[in-house]
């Protein structure tokens, strides 16, 4: 008999530290949840998520990102081969091509540290404290071919203290990352 009847197969891709990689996995390890982590792809051989998904028994991949084409075409054979239905990016600090978006043809989801539309790239706490706003949040879309454009699931806010600085501001941002993925999944598989 299957092990997870009815969950949807997850694949996260990740570049770096992988704590919304660790959100994750500690939500589908919830027996209601509604995913499986059958992979992890990396871009960056010394991710520490890589090292979060093998303490987890997950399949962990490292893809050299030789270039952006070569990348994708690995990637995708292994989202194939899992049967992965749905990808999330977490912490992924690449572009993916029009083409795989395309080609991967199931939703790609994306979590970002700001209250899109605003401060979508990089560099995000930094431009928020610049720009002296008094609130900041995160927020789950959908990958579409433009950056951090797509249809937002989920936003939440959260406010700027006069005291807080880029790395405070990151943590505070960081756990509300951490709740509302999980909420973003749900509410994406769930069409609620
Ligand atoms: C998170 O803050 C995520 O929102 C951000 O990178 C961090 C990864 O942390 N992603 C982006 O900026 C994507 N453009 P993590 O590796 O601990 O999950």
């Known amino acids: 008999m299957e092990k997870y009847p009815g ?28 995913i499986k982590i059958k992979l992890v792809i990396s871009n960056n051989i010394n991710a520490k998520g890589l090292e979060i998904a093998k303490k987890s028994k997950i399949n962990n991949q490292y893809i050299k990102y030789s270039n952006k084409k070569n990348f994708e075409n690995r990637s995708l054979k292994l989202l194939k081969k899992n ?39 990089l560099n995000t706490h930094y431009k928020v404290i610049k720009n002296k706003e008094k609130y900041s949040g995160a927020t789950v879309h959908i990958v579409n071919k433009e950056l951090d454009s797509g249809k937002i699931i989920i936003q939440e806010q959260v406010k700027i203290l006069k005291s807080d600085n880029v790395e405070t501001l990151e943590k505070k941002v960081l756990k509300i990352e951490h709740k509302i993925y999980p909420k973003a999944i749900i509410k994406l598989l769930t069409n609620s």
Do not use: E, Q, W
């Not at 994306?110 to 401060?119: D, E, T, V």
């Open 83 to 121: 049967k992965i239905d749905l990808i999330c990016l977490a912490g992924f600090m690449k572009i993916l091509s029009k083409t795989f978006i395309k080609k991967f043809s199931k939703p790609i989801l994306n979590i970002h540290p700001s209250l899109l539309p605003k401060y979508k790239g």
């Open 7 to 34: 969950k949807k197969n997850i694949a996260v891709l990740i570049s770096g530290r992988g704590s919304n990689l660790k959100s994750l996995i500690k939500y589908s390890n919830k027996k209601k949840s509604l």
